[in-house]
């Protein structure tokens, strides 16, 4: 999608669809610009609200045809919820839905009166977003990328809102190569696969990707990663991508982003039940997101140094897998033992965590699908937030405001160590029925230990169960845009 900036007024801007937001109206005047179009077509505005078609809820639309006193062939008014919540979040879902509604059409002009950067941003990123669908499958799709989208926004400084589209579309097209790569089906991606789009990725954006093999991890130690590659015949990898900043950086920072890559979890010898388990090619949307964040970073170039690490593998019940009551020496030398074979994340995600301190990271963002039981805390709806560190978190969790992806921080009490308890070993890799987001999460900061850091437990958003007004059924990218907005407000 070619996404551009106009200053042209709305009566003359050409394209397939013109979008505008409308509020949900309560006996109030219309606001100028829509009165301005509602005039232009005769009291079409009006009209739809009056009789009920249109109510200017959230997501809602209605469409004109061939509107009079438009150059543009059709109007598409969207809903923008109550006035006083239509934030950049909803500006930008709200986009989404525009482009999902009409999505036949090849171009779009999105009317935005005194856009500010951020709603440009927000408005970019939302239509790309909107865009994506996971077509690569299906042999007769007709699915059409969409041309060009025009923000038209009379009062406006083109300079700034056209740099800030081009932020949103670089983010959102990152996402969606997050969700290309993480709605692949677990036969046609594993480890090897994984790694591989990493590489060809790295290669476009002139990253550098290393991937250490089961030989290397092995040398090194990481016997907590490889316990749980053991039961598959598709051999682990970590796979890491480096950024670097042209110019000497102000601080000696570097932000080491560590991702859960499990493409496919049957849960090993604790096997899963038969149902949704088709879900868990999801598992390793971590790692996804962080190959996709550092897309996007390749392009926008932080300040900092950034490191991505993902540790990749397949958990299955192969003859040569881990037992429960396997105990396993971990890369940081402390041992584990393996109560369950489905808490299988957080036996990668240490040895990563550990590898990336030792590669000199001081600041550790994870992202992964952990547990079950942060789904039950915050639905399907918000991403929870755990850390070692009150102040980072509370960075992090404004970076995720502004950037549109719901987050909510849970506490990660030192009263939950003794839930981990082992009689034989230094920790268990499960807690117990009772706080189960809570005890993964304390797992991993065992290995943390007192370099900040943030664990995001993703399991419930990082992929949409069903379609959404502003987004397809499949993986969300989610938390592609918060990460970036870390690494670029450093
Ligand atoms: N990948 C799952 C977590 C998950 C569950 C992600 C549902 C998405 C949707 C993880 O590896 C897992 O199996 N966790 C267990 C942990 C338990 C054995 C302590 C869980 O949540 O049941
Ligand atoms: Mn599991
Ligand atoms: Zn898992």
């Given at each position: 999608?070619?996404?551009?900036?106009?200053?042209?007024?709305?009566?003359?801007?050409?394209?397939?669809?013109?979008?505008?937001?409308?509020?949900?109206?309560?006996?109030?005047?219309?606001?100028?610009?829509?009165?301005?179009?509602n005039q232009a077509t005769g009291g079409w505005l009006d009209e739809i609200y009056a009789s009920g078609e249109f109510s200017g809820k959230a997501y809602e639309t209605a469409l004109?045809?061939?509107?009079?006193?438009?150059?543009?062939?059709?109007?598409?008014?969207?809903g923008a919820g109550p006035a006083d919540k239509f934030d950049d979040a909803l500006l930008s879902?709200?986009?989404?839905a525009a482009i999902r509604a009409a999505r036949k059409n090849?171009?779009?002009?999105?009317?935005?009166?005194?856009?500010?950067?951020?709603?440009?941003?927000?408005?970019?990123e939302g239509a790309v977003l909107g865009e994506w669908e996971p077509t690569r499958y299906r042999t007769k799709d007709e699915t059409k990328p969409i041309e060009a989208l025009i923000v038209v926004s009379p009062s406006s400084d083109g300079h700034a809102i056209e740099a800030a589209l081009e932020r949103g579309r670089i983010i959102a097209e990152s996402a969606n190569f997050t969700r290309d790569v993480a709605t692949e089906p677990p036969n046609v991606l594993g480890p090897q696969e994984l790694a591989q789009r990493?590489?060809?990725?790295?290669?476009?954006?002139?990253?550098?990707?290393?991937?250490?093999?089961?030989?290397?991890?092995?040398?090194?130690?990481?016997g907590s990663l490889l316990a749980v590659a053991a039961g598959s015949v598709r051999p682990p990898a970590l796979i890491i991508?480096?950024?670097?900043?042209?110019?000497?950086?102000?601080?000696?920072d570097h932000l080491g982003l560590v991702g859960k890559g499990v493409t496919f979890d049957t849960g090993g010898?604790?096997?899963?039940?038969?149902?949704?388990?088709?879900?868990?090619?999801?598992?390793?949307?971590?790692?996804?997101?962080?190959?996709?964040?550092?897309?996007?970073?390749?392009?926008?170039?932080p300040r900092i140094p950034v490191t991505a690490f993902i540790p990749t593998v397949e958990n299955m019940p192969g003859g040569a897998a881990m037992r429960p009551g396997d105990i396993v020496t971990s890369l940081s030398g402390k041992t584990v033992e393996v109560l369950n074979t489905d808490a299988e994340g957080r036996l990668i995600l240490n040895d990563a965590i550990t590898y990336a301190k030792r590669q000199g990271c001081t600041h550790l963002v994870d992202a992964a699908t952990l547990t079950g039981a942060c789904v039950v805390a915050l639905g399907h709806i918000y991403t929870g937030v755990f850390s070692n560190n009150s102040t980072f978190e509370d960075r992090f969790l404004s970076f995720a405001k502004t950037a549109g992806e719901k987050m909510w921080p849970f506490p990660v009490d030192d009263e939950f160590r003794e839930l981990l308890k082992s009689p034989f070993a230094d920790i268990a890799n499960i807690g117990g029925r009772w706080g189960g987001a809570i005890t993964a999460a304390y797992f991993l900061k065992e290995f943390a230990e007192d370099t900040p850091w943030i664990h995001l437990d993703i399991a419930g958003t990082a992929s949409y169960d069903d379609g959404k007004p502003w987004a397809a059924k499949?993986?969300?990218?989610?938390?592609v845009r918060t990460l970036v907005e870390l690494a670029m407000s450093w």
């Amino acid at each position: 999608m070619r996404i551009s900036f106009s200053s042209a007024s709305i009566e003359t801007v050409e394209a397939d669809v013109l979008i505008a937001f409308a509020p949900e109206k309560k006996e109030q005047p219309l606001a100028a610009h829509l009165a301005g179009l509602n005039q232009a077509t005769g009291g079409w505005l009006d009209e739809i609200y009056a009789s009920g078609e249109f109510s200017g809820k959230a997501y809602e639309t209605a469409l004109l045809h061939r509107p009079q006193g438009l150059k543009a062939k059709r109007l598409l008014v969207v809903g923008a919820g109550p006035a006083d919540k239509f934030d950049d979040a909803l500006l930008s879902r709200a986009t989404g839905a525009a482009i999902r509604a009409a999505r036949k059409n090849a171009s779009f002009a999105l009317y935005l009166p005194d856009a500010t950067p951020e709603q440009g941003k927000a408005a970019a990123e939302g239509a790309v977003l909107g865009e994506w669908e996971p077509t690569r499958y299906r042999t007769k799709d007709e699915t059409k990328p969409i041309e060009a989208l025009i923000v038209v926004s009379p009062s406006s400084d083109g300079h700034a809102i056209e740099a800030a589209l081009e932020r949103g579309r670089i983010i959102a097209e990152s996402a969606n190569f997050t969700r290309d790569v993480a709605t692949e089906p677990p036969n046609v991606l594993g480890p090897q696969e994984l790694a591989q789009r990493a590489r060809d990725m790295a290669a476009e954006q002139g990253l550098q990707c290393e991937v250490l093999d089961q030989e290397q991890m092995r040398e090194i130690g990481m016997g907590s990663l490889l316990a749980v590659a053991a039961g598959s015949v598709r051999p682990p990898a970590l796979i890491i991508l480096r950024y670097r900043p042209a110019n000497e950086p102000a601080s000696q920072d570097h932000l080491g982003l560590v991702g859960k890559g499990v493409t496919f979890d049957t849960g090993g010898i604790s096997i899963k039940s038969a149902e949704n388990m088709d879900k868990m090619k999801y598992d390793m949307c971590g790692g996804a997101a962080m190959i996709g964040t550092m897309r996007a970073l390749a392009q926008l170039k932080p300040r900092i140094p950034v490191t991505a690490f993902i540790p990749t593998v397949e958990n299955m019940p192969g003859g040569a897998a881990m037992r429960p009551g396997d105990i396993v020496t971990s890369l940081s030398g402390k041992t584990v033992e393996v109560l369950n074979t489905d808490a299988e994340g957080r036996l990668i995600l240490n040895d990563a965590i550990t590898y990336a301190k030792r590669q000199g990271c001081t600041h550790l963002v994870d992202a992964a699908t952990l547990t079950g039981a942060c789904v039950v805390a915050l639905g399907h709806i918000y991403t929870g937030v755990f850390s070692n560190n009150s102040t980072f978190e509370d960075r992090f969790l404004s970076f995720a405001k502004t950037a549109g992806e719901k987050m909510w921080p849970f506490p990660v009490d030192d009263e939950f160590r003794e839930l981990l308890k082992s009689p034989f070993a230094d920790i268990a890799n499960i807690g117990g029925r009772w706080g189960g987001a809570i005890t993964a999460a304390y797992f991993l900061k065992e290995f943390a230990e007192d370099t900040p850091w943030i664990h995001l437990d993703i399991a419930g958003t990082a992929s949409y169960d069903d379609g959404k007004p502003w987004a397809a059924k499949g993986a969300s990218g989610i938390p592609v845009r918060t990460l970036v907005e870390l690494a670029m407000s450093w």
